[in-house]
């Protein structure tokens, strides 16, 4: 049996993060094929419902969904498989650290999305991931107190400020965090634990992966781990050039059903995808 694993954005999903036609076909004919289905997404879970309640409802009751960027992964039951949560003075040290550089900063603590200033930024995020979000009077107050260990925090800012915030949190934090680009002004931060290739490795026992058989999609920093784990990796020619350059094989964009074209060629055996081949864009 094959396993195929899709992140959402820029991937599954097109430039108007919908799932087109043929990227919904092509899950279904992975479902009728009796092959492993898995999403893998830095996004919170009840986002990444809300995209499966709304393009590909048939694969509920089958798929298990890897979140926050392998930090919370449930099975096909919704029965919780894995959770990783940072450690809360590290939370509450970077947390200060980003208040310091006046960067926006926002946790995600039992799949609620939480911030301490309401701001363009925590808007425009709420809106594309179309999920509420809760203001409160200090997050490391709330980090602090019983059960609010946050998975996942992100700092948002302006693209080019944001690589210097890489660089500054990989200096002081990378012993005990995890700290990947996920859009290009998207810093996602989680545990040491938390990835996506590490959730693959975690789940692989319970759904048989053959790793020979395991096919990953992907399109950004944060899915460079999954690429690390098989042969058969594929990005989309709208990823950037360090993702193009940790992946096996270069499809077509997301606005271009690249997905579809290399689900299509999988499913019968074809691993020749040298019809298609752009290294240089």
């Not at 094959?2 to 820029?10: E, Q």
């Not at 392998?70 to 509450?92: F, P, R």
């Not at 200090?138 to 302006?158: R, V």
Request: with cysteine; charged share 30%; proline share 1%.
């Amino acid at each position: 049996m094959k396993t195929l694993v899709f992140d959402l954005d820029g991937t599954l999903l097109n430039s108007n993060s919908e799932i087109s036609k043929k990227n919904i076909e092509a899950m279904k004919m992975i479902i009728q094929s009796k092959n492993q289905l898995i999403l893998a997404s830095g996004r919170m879970l009840v986002s990444m419902k809300k995209i499966i309640d709304k393009y590909i409802p048939f694969i509920k009751g089958i798929s298990p969904i890897i979140s926050y960027n392998g930090a919370y992964i449930i099975d096909e039951k919704d029965k919780l498989i894995y959770e990783s949560i940072i450690d809360k003075q590290v939370a509450v040290d970077l947390i200060n650290h980003l208040r310091n550089i006046k960067s926006h900063r926002q946790i995600y603590v039992k799949d609620v999305l939480i911030s301490e200033e309401e701001n363009d930024f925590i808007e425009f995020y709420s809106k594309h991931a179309n999920v509420d979000y809760k203001i409160v009077k200090d997050l490391n107050d709330f980090i602090m107190q019983k059960d609010n260990d946050p998975l996942k925090i992100l700092c948002i800012d302006d693209e080019l400020k944001i690589r210097e915030i890489e660089n500054e949190i990989q200096n002081k934090f990378s012993n005990n965090l995890n700290i990947v680009l996920s859009f290009k002004n998207f810093l996602d931060i989680m545990s040491k634990e938390a990835s996506k290739g590490n959730a693959i490795k975690k789940i692989s026992k319970i759904y048989n992966i053959d790793f020979e058989q395991l096919y990953v999609f992907g399109d950004s920093n944060n899915d460079i781990s999954m690429f690390e784990i098989t042969n058969n990796s594929f990005t989309l020619n709208n990823a950037n050039k360090n993702v193009k350059s940790a992946a096996k094989h270069i499809l077509p964009s997301n606005d271009e059903d690249g997905v579809y074209y290399a689900v299509k060629k999988i499913l019968n055996d074809d691993n020749n995808f040298d019809d298609w081949i752009d290294h240089q864009s």
